[in-house]
């Protein structure tokens, strides 16, 4: 307890040390009357304010906040805010959970108006949810992000969850010629591979301070490796006289993917004085996801259905958690497939609004814009073996295991 007390009080005298006015001297001994120190400490403070000014319950972070860490996406960076949970797939961000709620039921907004994107991968296109796909927002385009935990009559319906505003960057905000940028490579161990991602950005503005121009560009490549044992669903099949539960597949999987994700992003604003504001925003994303998937299953389903037996099973809730399956001759009890998907995604939106304040108290806001978002697999080339087989399986202790014990030299049944 004292220990925690003095760290605390040291700090807070050290603060008022750094904030209290002095006189300092240059390297010639000259004395200077102010000293002036620039930092991240406006960012924070403007995070500060935005939640302190707000009429709902907001947490924001803004660009600097999202500088500290790697992030890739702005789903990453949102996993800093207290009360998001982001879901992973195969270690990068995609979907936001806000307080525990579905990602269909958080309303993500661009600017301050909807954004469409859809999905790379297959079974996700064909059941399209309300769910953002957070891929699609690199963090490179952040100047802020608001998550509104409340609703407000100003803000659009749809965010049972939450309603997340992402706002990009605006040029009269920077200073003018003003270009950022960053260069990145990342090794990821299980693939072995040394990948590239860079960002520029450049703002300019007028001396008078009315017109800006900002354009911003980025690209990542990244490669990608995962292994795993997995269990692909159940079915009901008889066991001593009474119907149990049998996995239908358990497979050993090996994917692999290339994700090249590039884009950028526009941003021309305009404000002849206080009264008037008209800011045109463009952003474009493409997201490539060529992937490999392979995986050596055994296959339950196929071989008690093609009159195979289920021996030694052991029973947990109904279910057979582990037994041995033999295949008849003409059945089939291991199966090897390989998938080559050619997918990719992107999104496209641009944006007018127009601010005219017509006297105090009184606003007037235009706004037109188009979105749209394409999420396609375009060649979904197969091989498929299967053989009759014999194997052991155990579904207890985490991991599932199988072992075989006789696999016929399998053939060609699909392509």
């Known amino acids: 307890m004292n220990r925690k007390f003095w760290m605390i009080a040291s700090a807070s005298l050290l603060t008022l040390a750094c904030a209290a006015p002095a006189a300092a001297a240059d390297a010639a001994g000259n004395t200077v009357d102010e000293l002036v120190v620039t930092g991240i400490r406006a960012a924070q403070q403007q995070s500060i304010d935005t939640k302190r000014n707000a009429d709902a319950v907001v947490d924001a972070i803004t660009a600097e906040d999202v500088g500290k860490f790697p992030d890739k996406n702005v789903a990453e960076s949102l996993s800093r805010v207290p009360g998001v949970v982001i879901n992973r797939e195969y270690g990068e961000g995609e979907r936001v959970s806000v307080r525990g709620t579905s990602p269909t039921l958080t309303r993500t907004l661009l600017d301050g108006h909807g954004l469409a994107t859809a999905d790379w991968f297959i079974l996700d296109q064909q059941s399209a949810t309300r769910s953002f796909n957070y891929l699609m927002l690199p963090s490179e385009i952040i100047g802020k992000v608001e998550v509104y935990k409340s609703p407000t009559a100003a803000l659009e319906e749809g965010g049972v969850g939450a309603l997340i505003d992402v706002k990009t960057r605006r040029p009269l905000d920077l200073k003018s010629m003003y270009v950022a940028g960053s260069l990145q490579a990342a090794y990821n161990e299980k693939a072995d591979k040394t990948d590239p ?31 795993g044992v997995e269990t692909l669903g159940y ?41 008037l504001e008209v800011v045109l925003t463009g952003l474009y994303s493409n997201f490539g996801a060529n992937n490999m998937n392979e995986n050596y299953m055994a296959w339950g389903s196929n071989a008690l259905g093609g009159g195979g037996t289920l021996t030694g099973a052991t029973i947990q809730n109904g279910t057979a958690v582990a037994g041995h399956i033999a295949s008849t001759a003409t059945g089939r009890g291991v199966v090897y497939d390989a998938i080559d998907r050619q997918a990719s995604t992107e999104s496209r939106d641009i944006d007018l609004e127009v601010k005219y304040r017509l006297a105090d108290g009184w606003d007037m806001r235009a706004r037109v814009g188009y979105t749209d978002g394409f999420g396609n697999t375009d060649n979904q080339p197969f091989v498929e073996f299967g053989a009759p087989a014999t194997f052991d399986y155990d579904l207890r202790g985490g991991v599932p295991k199988v072992h075989y014990l006789h696999v016929v030299p399998p053939k060609p049944s699909a392509m």
Do not use: H
């Open 235 to 275: 079915f009901n099949s008889t066991y001593n006289g009474q119907t149990v539960q049998v996995p239908s597949l358990i497979g050993s999987a090996l994917f692999r993917q290339e994700r090249i994700r590039k884009g950028g992003n526009i941003a021309v604003q305009w404000k002849p004085n206080d009264d």
């Open 197 to 227: 991602s860079g960002s520029l950005l450049f703002s300019w503005k007028n001396q008078d301070q009315t017109l800006g121009v900002l354009v911003a560009g980025m690209y990542e490549k990244r490669e990608i490796r995962r292994d």
